[in-house]
Every structure is written in C-alpha cells, then in structure tokens.
C-alpha cells in the first residue's frame, strides 16, 4: 500500500516564485528521497536525506524532515518553466525497496 | 549511479496477448525492481527480481500474471500476460545503488485496445 500522501495534489504557480510540496508518511524511515517525472518518463532522483538529518540543501533545492511528524517538504526557490513536473516522495525502510507517495502536479507559468 | 535503458518505449497491444518488457543496467545489480504507474498515479512496486532466484512479488500481484525474468546480475524482463484494458499503464524498472537512491529506465508507456 502507498505510505506517502503528498499536498498539494497540483501547484500551479508563476515563474520566479517559490514551490513547497510537503510529504507524510506512516512508519519508521531510514530516509526518504525526492524524484521528479517529466511527462510519464522515468524518474530522476533529486534529494535523499537520512532520518536523522532535519535539513539538505541542493542548488535551488530545500529539504526538510521533521520524523517526530513523520512528514518532509520540498522547496523549489526561483522556480523555472523547466520545473514543470511531477514530483514524487519516496520512503525506504531496508531491503532497498521504496515506497511512493501520490505526487505533487507543479506547473510553472511563464 | 546506474544507466538503465529500457525498452519498449511504449507500445499499443490487443486485449488477450502479451508484452516483455526488458531492462539492462549497464553496472551489476543484486536487486532490480519493477513498478506499475496507472495513468495519473504514483508508482506501485509490482515485485523485486533477483539473479537466481524467483521473483518477490507485492500483495496484489502475481506471477502467472507478471512473470519476471533476470537470467544474469545486468538484466530482466517483465511480461504482461493476457492483457486487459486495464492493465494499460507506465512500467518502469529501477535499481537501487550504494548510495540508496535509485535510478530509473525511461518507462513503457503501455495501452491496451
């Protein structure tokens, strides 16, 4: 069964400005990542951060992981139209086996 | 990282028959997963593959419908078998490096008439 759920379910926002998705999920973690789907292709992986880790940086990338709430948020700064997605989080217990969330729909408008 | 090309891309197929869809990693790989993404979902991990052994498959899935092959530690192949309209979806194959993320083939976009 799915372990993440993801708000909001679509963001549509202007260029330039900032992107927050947030995740929730149910169990214990070892981390949890962030991917982004272009047009139903495959995904690409943005971020991991550990369970023990509270906050990880990359580019125009933020991520936050508050375990006590078992929940996470994505932070897009500046946006661009080349962002336009969808963006998925994922956690991952053992066994390298991971476990999706529903996904952010975010569209940039020019 | 992991390269991983997949393959078909997409493919439109008759209600009865069935489709392989394969996948080659371009490194050595204990597990490879499968995932199922229906249009407008996320992504459900149908089973894990490993080399040498049978398939671990999710609740909800079984072999006779999703048979899974993965001969050496580079390859495998998912088959949809005796399709219906509702198996029409993406699949994608994944593995899982050191590093814990995972890398993804670019998906078979399949549509079942």
């Known amino acids: 069964s799915q372990q993440g759920e993801e708000d909001p379910q679509a963001l549509s926002i202007q260029e330039g400005e900032n992107a927050t998705m947030n995740c929730s999920y149910k169990?214990?973690?070892?981390?949890l990542q962030w991917y982004r789907q272009n047009s139903g292709r495959g995904l690409v992986h943005l971020i991991l951060i550990r369970s023990n880790e509270r906050e990880k940086h990359s580019g125009r990338l933020r991520v936050t992981l508050d375990t006590s709430k078992k929940s996470s948020s994505l932070l897009i700064t500046a946006s661009r139209a080349a962002d336009t997605a969808s963006y998925f989080c994922?956690?991952?217990?053992?066994?390298?086996?991971?476990?999706f969330g529903q996904g952010t729909r975010l569209t940039i408008n020019p | 990282s992991a390269v991983i090309s997949q393959k078909p891309s997409r493919d439109i197929c008759q209600r009865g028959t069935s489709l392989t869809i394969q996948c080659q990693v371009d490194?050595?790989?204990?597990?490879m997963f499968w995932y199922r993404q229906q249009p407008g979902q996320s992504l459900t991990l149908i089973a894990t593959a490993n080399q040498g052994s049978e398939a671990t498959y999710e609740s909800g899935f079984v072999i006779d419908k999703f048979p899974i092959s993965r001969p050496n530690l580079t390859f495998s192949t998912l088959t949809v078998s005796n399709m219906s309209p509702e198996d029409s979806s993406i699949y994608l194959c994944?593995?899982?490096?050191?590093?814990?993320?995972?890398?993804f083939g670019q998906g078979t976009r399949l549509t079942v008439v």
């Open positions: 994922a956690t991952q217990r053992g066994a390298q086996k991971l476990v």
């Open positions: 490194s050595q790989v204990t597990m």
């Open positions: 994944s593995v899982v490096t050191g590093g814990a993320e995972a890398f």
């Open positions: 169990t214990s973690i070892n981390n």
